[in-house]
């Protein structure tokens, strides 16, 4: 499967190209988050690598949660990509990307990020089936409630965890790694009619 993945949710963005039986990755930086700046990053991207559009049929976008001018610039960019080159379109969200490389190996997963200074966690099952709607938790519940469960918390932003929480014994910190987007989409758990932007209320 040949795919670009554009994650545009935090401050420091990503691009990512699996072609050609090769991977390429790019830092994005948060003044590039617009959508005219990020289309030029992406067809930059593809000629640094000498690549094109043609090499790709998927495009995965990150849907959040994350910085909302970035979600909806990225969103916009892949659709419009997705259409004018004829690629299929998948969404994905952070919570769901860090517990990927564990799906089937636990029974129950908690995902668990920081946004605007606030911790959120959403539960799956071993399958990621069973979806728990996403909960706002406080760092005294997150030790007490979740002292003993099986969480998981994405690399890029754990700078921002209080230390109690990284303390935990159960907490695994995870790279964020596109290649787990394939194992995703082959799994038939990205996105593919409701891309839009995950908000957290």
Not at 86 to 104: C, I, R, V
Not at 109 to 127: A, G, M, P, T
Not at 180 to 186: A, K, M, N, P
Request: glycine residues 4%.
């Amino acid at each position: 499967m040949n795919f670009l993945s554009i994650d545009c949710s935090t401050d420091i963005g990503s691009l990512f190209i699996k072609a050609k039986t090769k991977t390429f990755s790019k830092v994005l930086q948060s003044d590039k988050s617009n959508s005219d700046l990020l289309m030029q990053q992406i067809i930059d991207f593809f000629t640094e690598n000498n690549l094109k559009f043609d090499d790709i049929s998927q495009i995965f976008v990150n849907q959040g949660p994350g910085n909302f001018s970035g979600l909806r610039s990225s969103l916009a960019v892949a659709k419009g990509v997705s259409i004018s080159k004829n690629l299929n379109l998948y969404g994905y969200n952070t919570f769901l990307w860090s517990s990927g490389q564990y799906f089937n190996k636990k029974e129950n997963i908690f995902s668990l990020i920081k946004f605007r200074e606030e911790y959120f966690i959403k539960k799956y099952d071993k399958k990621f089936k069973k979806i728990s709607k996403t909960k706002k938790v406080s760092i005294s519940e997150i030790i007490k409630k979740y002292n003993n469960k099986f969480i998981i918390a994405p690399k890029n932003i754990i700078e921002h965890f209080d230390k109690k929480i990284l303390k935990l014994d159960n907490l695994k910190i995870v790279d964020l790694d596109h290649n787990v987007l394939e194992f995703l989409h082959l799994k038939g758990l990205l996105n593919e009619k409701f891309i839009k932007p995950f908000y957290l209320t």
